[in-house]
């Protein structure tokens, strides 16, 4: 069975810094592009970032670009979010996810295009 565990949420106070982590097992990691996700309370799951199967590309939301990085490591089956400059409407769980695709594909925004999922890590941003 695939699983998907991230780490590294927390209480953090506006323009603080996290590091997300999110590491796979028993999935070809290679093959899988890789996003980030998020929910806060009462909303719909949204788009972070993703990042393509080599690495080589990233997509961002617009309210999160030049304040988040994303990156992988194949080798660790890893993917990691950087969060800077947090805002106190950045407070969501955060969700991993691994999206099964050919090597050129741009990752997918909607959660629909993803085909595993992990249990999330609560970020909070305190004002």
């Known amino acids: 069975q695939v699983y998907l565990a991230e780490s590294g949420g927390g209480l953090v106070q506006a323009g603080g810094s996290l590091r997300l982590s999110c590491v796979a097992s028993r999935l070809t990691f290679s093959r899988y592009a890789l996003g980030w996700f998020r929910q806060a309370p009462g909303k719909e799951r949204e788009f972070v970032a993703a990042i393509s199967r080599s690495g080589g590309s990233t997509y961002y939301a617009d309210s999160v670009k030049g304040r988040f990085t994303i990156s992988r490591d194949n080798d660790k089956k890893t993917v990691f979010l950087e969060l800077n400059t947090l805002k106190p409407e950045d407070t969501a769980v955060y969700y991993c996810?691994?999206?099964?695709?050919?090597?050129?594909?741009?990752?997918?925004?909607?959660?629909?295009?993803?085909?595993?999922w992990g249990q999330g890590t609560q970020v909070t941003v305190s004002s």
């Open positions: 996810a691994a999206d099964h695709t050919i090597l050129t594909a741009q990752p997918g925004r909607v959660p629909s295009s993803y085909d595993y």
